[in-house]
Nanobody
Framework: QVQPIESGGGLVQAGGSLTLSCTASGRMFSRYVMGWFRQAPGKEREFVAAVGSNGGTTFYGDSVKGRFAISRDNAKNTVYLHMNRLKPEDTAVYYC?????????????????WGPGTQVTVPS
Protein backbone atom coordinates (compact mmCIF):
# COMPACT_ATOMS: atom_id res chain seq x y z
CA GLN A 1 0.00 0.00 0.00
CA VAL A 2 1.16 3.55 -0.81
CA GLN A 3 -0.24 6.97 0.07
CA PRO A 4 0.47 9.64 -2.55
CA ILE A 5 0.74 13.31 -1.57
CA GLU A 6 0.89 16.00 -4.26
CA SER A 7 2.72 19.32 -4.05
CA GLY A 8 3.78 22.18 -6.30
CA GLY A 9 0.45 23.54 -7.42
CA GLY A 10 -0.19 27.26 -7.71
CA LEU A 11 -1.05 30.12 -10.01
CA VAL A 12 0.93 30.51 -13.22
CA GLN A 13 0.43 32.78 -16.21
CA ALA A 14 -0.57 31.37 -19.57
CA GLY A 15 2.46 30.16 -21.47
CA GLY A 16 4.37 29.48 -18.28
CA SER A 17 5.66 26.29 -16.69
CA LEU A 18 5.09 24.45 -13.45
CA THR A 19 6.29 21.15 -12.01
CA LEU A 20 4.12 19.06 -9.73
CA SER A 21 5.59 16.47 -7.40
CA CYS A 22 3.96 13.44 -5.83
CA THR A 23 5.70 11.62 -3.03
CA ALA A 24 4.25 8.31 -1.90
CA SER A 25 4.78 6.78 1.49
CA GLY A 26 4.96 3.03 1.81
CA ARG A 27 7.20 0.31 0.53
CA MET A 28 7.40 -1.00 -2.98
CA PHE A 29 6.76 2.36 -4.63
CA SER A 30 8.93 1.16 -7.50
CA ARG A 31 6.42 -1.62 -8.22
CA TYR A 32 3.53 0.77 -8.91
CA VAL A 33 2.44 2.42 -12.11
CA MET A 34 1.94 6.11 -11.28
CA GLY A 35 -0.51 8.42 -12.99
CA TRP A 36 -1.70 12.00 -12.98
CA PHE A 37 -5.33 12.99 -13.48
CA ARG A 38 -7.07 16.34 -13.26
CA GLN A 39 -10.56 17.58 -12.59
CA ALA A 40 -11.96 21.00 -13.39
CA PRO A 41 -15.17 22.28 -11.77
CA GLY A 42 -18.23 20.64 -13.30
CA LYS A 43 -16.17 18.22 -15.39
CA GLU A 44 -15.22 14.58 -15.12
CA ARG A 45 -11.81 13.47 -13.97
CA GLU A 46 -9.46 13.52 -16.96
CA PHE A 47 -6.38 11.40 -17.58
CA VAL A 48 -3.19 13.46 -17.93
CA ALA A 49 -0.20 11.10 -17.90
CA ALA A 50 1.11 7.82 -16.56
CA VAL A 51 4.51 6.21 -16.15
CA GLY A 52 5.45 2.57 -15.81
CA SER A 53 7.06 1.20 -12.68
CA ASN A 54 10.64 1.54 -13.96
CA GLY A 55 10.04 4.83 -15.77
CA GLY A 56 10.56 3.33 -19.19
CA THR A 57 6.98 3.63 -20.44
CA THR A 58 5.02 6.87 -20.53
CA PHE A 59 1.53 7.61 -21.73
CA TYR A 60 -0.24 10.98 -22.19
CA GLY A 61 -3.70 12.36 -22.66
CA ASP A 62 -4.29 14.05 -26.01
CA SER A 63 -4.84 17.47 -24.47
CA VAL A 64 -1.37 17.59 -22.89
CA LYS A 65 0.71 15.62 -25.36
CA GLY A 66 3.79 17.57 -26.38
CA ARG A 67 3.44 20.05 -23.48
CA PHE A 68 3.61 17.90 -20.34
CA ALA A 69 6.17 15.29 -19.33
CA ILE A 70 5.96 12.69 -16.58
CA SER A 71 8.99 11.22 -14.85
CA ARG A 72 9.79 9.35 -11.65
CA ASP A 73 12.63 8.89 -9.20
CA ASN A 74 12.14 5.57 -7.44
CA ALA A 75 14.98 6.28 -5.03
CA LYS A 76 12.93 9.23 -3.73
CA ASN A 77 9.49 7.59 -4.01
CA THR A 78 8.50 10.54 -6.17
CA VAL A 79 6.80 11.11 -9.50
CA TYR A 80 6.84 14.46 -11.31
CA LEU A 81 4.63 16.21 -13.82
CA HIS A 82 6.48 18.86 -15.78
CA MET A 83 3.95 21.21 -17.36
CA ASN A 84 4.96 23.63 -20.11
CA ARG A 85 3.08 26.14 -22.28
CA LEU A 86 0.24 26.17 -19.82
CA LYS A 87 -3.20 27.26 -20.97
CA PRO A 88 -6.26 28.49 -19.05
CA GLU A 89 -7.96 25.18 -19.86
CA ASP A 90 -5.27 23.41 -17.82
CA THR A 91 -6.82 24.92 -14.70
CA ALA A 92 -7.92 22.05 -12.45
CA VAL A 93 -7.17 20.08 -9.34
CA TYR A 94 -4.39 17.65 -10.20
CA TYR A 95 -4.37 14.22 -8.60
CA CYS A 96 -1.61 11.65 -8.31
CA UNK A 97 -2.59 7.99 -8.27
CA UNK A 98 -0.90 4.62 -7.87
CA UNK A 99 -1.82 1.43 -9.70
CA UNK A 100 -0.60 -2.04 -8.80
CA UNK A 101 -0.44 -3.39 -12.31
CA UNK A 102 1.98 -4.11 -15.11
CA UNK A 103 1.22 -1.33 -17.61
CA UNK A 104 0.04 2.30 -17.44
CA UNK A 105 -3.67 2.89 -17.84
CA UNK A 106 -5.80 5.96 -18.50
CA UNK A 107 -8.95 5.11 -16.56
CA UNK A 108 -9.48 6.29 -12.97
CA UNK A 109 -10.92 2.97 -11.82
CA UNK A 110 -7.64 1.25 -12.70
CA UNK A 111 -5.87 3.13 -9.92
CA UNK A 112 -5.90 1.93 -6.34
CA UNK A 113 -4.55 4.83 -4.29
CA TRP A 114 -5.13 8.56 -4.71
CA GLY A 115 -3.69 11.73 -3.27
CA PRO A 116 -5.82 14.65 -2.02
CA GLY A 117 -4.97 16.81 -5.04
CA THR A 118 -3.24 20.13 -5.68
CA GLN A 119 -4.78 23.15 -7.42
CA VAL A 120 -3.28 24.56 -10.61
CA THR A 121 -4.70 27.84 -11.87
CA VAL A 122 -3.88 29.46 -15.20
CA PRO A 123 -5.77 32.75 -15.52
CA SER A 124 -7.19 33.70 -18.89
Amino acid sequence: QVQPIESGGGLVQAGGSLTLSCTASGRMFSRYVMGWFRQAPGKEREFVAAVGSNGGTTFYGDSVKGRFAISRDNAKNTVYLHMNRLKPEDTAVYYCAADWTSSPGNLPHQYDYWGPGTQVTVPS
